[in-house]
């Protein structure tokens, strides 16, 4: 193999994802012999994105290879969560750390383009003030909970915010200011990749991942590959019909979707806590994440409301993941967000439902896990965005140096 | 480019897929120059699977860059379609020509292996009996309804024969005898197949091919890949749970199916022809997709009941359809078998649903087709696999000359 833009890529990315590795790990996976790997070192430590030092533990112990160390401190990049009630900024180191982080409330409706940007911008600008001297920046990436255009970052559907045609990347680049180009994609196909790259889908290339909130989104690889399809908007999981009966009211318009059945409102409303009608449902004061844990722990307490509540839902979950598990054949399936939670209180429904509609032959091999990451698959899988272009061409990426 | 055994097939490939090609426009497809084009056709030429000659029509025109054609006559696939009430043999010559074909009925239930395989043996062999002299097969494809292992033919799942784990494309090479591997597929993985490379799909990568019979089935493509997913059963449409609710019996042993509500039988008893009850249903005597075009037909002329139940079934299909375009975002969603017909009587409905439950921005560039192989696509689809071996190293194929 020569010593190219991508295998200077394929090195960085093998430490970003497994952290520090020896040379002769590098060779091994990369099949190359070492004297390439030293010239691929040489050259990615030049540009200070790697470091090479002796393994801990190995002192006396004759020649030991040296390890290959992503620059974590040093390189990275901002990354953002657009959450349905709060905004996440965080500086995340090449190798995957997070290493600061800034939240902020964000009221569930209402809230314009403008005003989104604007509380992004603060956090992000916190994190540039605040990061260590010599922090290299090669990259943005922002989760967004809706249907995104690849290319720009124009949300062409944001469901609970009722955006349409927003151009969400382009205007957070202008307010960030940092020179740097702003890579979005929606939330659950970033956490599908992230899931893959490292978490609990590592290992396998067909893949779902399930994230809930108050919408139901999906990510799904097809060996190895994000489901695009014709414009980068496939793997639309929550608006699939699961109830075409006079199902639950959805935010797209219609009703019976498998977000309206299975996301945040339908188990509070389902448990009786829908004191604050749809928006800001929650029996005590709670919402979001909080509120949906609620309704779980209350479940395995014995409330029967909530035990009520989590079957019914649960249930349906079942009915959407049979049907995907018919449609891919996949090797696992993934449960994030609230559906994490969900998940663990339900798992007897949905299997279920498994066993009751989808194929023996497809389900054969399937594996059910919760999120590797918990809370921050989506980040994660934002900052993963972030890296993509240094990973793709290590000596020629942009970056904004503070 | 190197003159290769991969560019070799890439443009047999083209001649196959296109027809006879002029130098010039395969120097142009390939990107390579013209004494490339010359020095590969000279080898296929040279292995008997293309020859060259003057265009039609130019005589007194100078120069003319002489035409690529396959050598469709005498390079020749057995290609069989094990369909619900059919078997069909065909010999297909390399281009894709049905050369010749022979058909048999096929009892609905109750039939083993060894049956199927010994008809479909006769009329195999009755093919390559009656080729002309000189024929070269060069393999044999072969197109089941249900669900087949890669790599051996393996039935898996026949849901209307009964079929688990029966060893269907080893059985079928050791009654031809001709020393040639049988390649099985699923009838509407070939499809899709077949429809992309020179049917109604052609210039769509991302596609959905559904076939209907008794069963519904799906082949689906994602970036021109089909969707193999993690043992290569993935596409099961068939068995997406539509109708929760007391839905019409499926052969899979569930209720509420798309195919249990779109399928012949459930058209036949919706229009109240079900005097044979499920298995030969056809109040005129007519099973099969004579009965449903008689449906289709008498919906046409306004009877209530084939009225009523085209539209009944043309909702349940609408459902499936918006379900798949959320998922996958296709190019075009393509009708094959009696779906064909359904589609034609029943695309008012399967549009209302579609406007209704896909979201805007995942259906803005979908098209609606009628197959465009008609009921030959799985024949075809068949053939292709047939083909595959040859097209992957044409110097270096398997054949059988009689």
């Not at 709060?86 to 409330?105: F, K």
């Not at 994190?127 to 124009?154: E, F, K, Q």
């Not at 496939?234 to 996301?263: I, Q």
Request: net charge negative; charged share 20%; hydrophobic share 45%.
């Amino acid at each position: 193999m020569q010593k190219s833009r991508s295998s200077l890529g394929t090195l960085l990315h093998h430490v970003h994802v497994s952290g520090p590795l020896s040379r002769a790990e590098l060779a091994a996976r990369m099949g190359v012999n070492r004297s390439t790997i030293l010239a691929l070192t040489s050259d990615l430590a030049g540009a200070g994105l790697v470091r090479e030092e002796r393994p801990v533990g190995t002192l006396g112990a004759g020649r030991p290879s040296l390890v290959v160390r992503p620059e974590s401190e040093r390189i990275c990049v901002l990354a953002f969560d657009i959450a349905v009630d709060r905004l996440t900024a965080a500086r995340v180191g090449l190798g995957g750390p997070v290493l600061d982080r800034r939240e902020a409330a964000r009221p569930r409706a209402g809230v314009d383009l403008e005003t989104v940007i604007g509380k992004l911008a603060v956090l992000g600008r916190e994190l540039v003030d605040t990061a260590p001297p010599g922090t290299t920046w090669v990259g943005i990436g922002a989760s967004y909970c809706g249907m995104i255009r690849p290319g720009d970052g124009m949300v062409r559907y944001g469901p609970e915010l009722g955006w349409v045609d927003q151009a969400f990347g382009a205007e957070l680049e202008r307010a960030l200011g940092m020179g740097l180009p702003v890579a979005v994609g929606n939330e659950a196909h970033l956490g599908a990749m992230a899931e893959y790259a490292r978490g609990a889908g590592a290992g396998f290339p067909n893949l779902i991942y399930l994230h809930g909130d108050v919408g139901v989104g999906g990510g799904i690889l097809v060996g190895g590959e994000l489901l695009g399809g014709e414009g980068g908007y496939g793997c639309e999981v929550g608006h699939m019909l699961v109830n075409p009966f006079g199902g639950r009211p959805c935010l797209c318009g219609s009703r019976g979707c498998l977000e309206a059945e299975t996301g945040e409102y339908a188990l509070l409303a389902e448990a009786g806590r829908t004191g604050l009608v749809g928006r800001d449902a929650g029996g005590a004061g709670l919402i979001g994440r909080d509120a949906v844990r609620a309704v779980a722990e209350d479940a395995a307490g014995g409330d029967p409301a909530a035990v009520r509540a989590v079957a019914t839902i649960g249930d349906w979950l079942g009915i959407g993941v049979a049907n995907l598990i018919n449609l891919f054949n996949p090797g696992v399936v993934i449960f994030g967000g609230m559906l994490r939670d969900l998940y663990g209180a339900a798992a007897p429904q949905i299997a279920a439902r498994i066993a009751q509609h989808a194929m023996p032959v497809s389900r054969e091999r399937v594996e059910l896990r919760l999120s590797g990451l918990a809370d921050d698959t989506t980040l994660i899988g934002a900052a993963e965005l972030g890296f993509a272009a240094l990973l793709a061409d290590p000596l020629a990426f942009p970056c904004s140096r503070t």
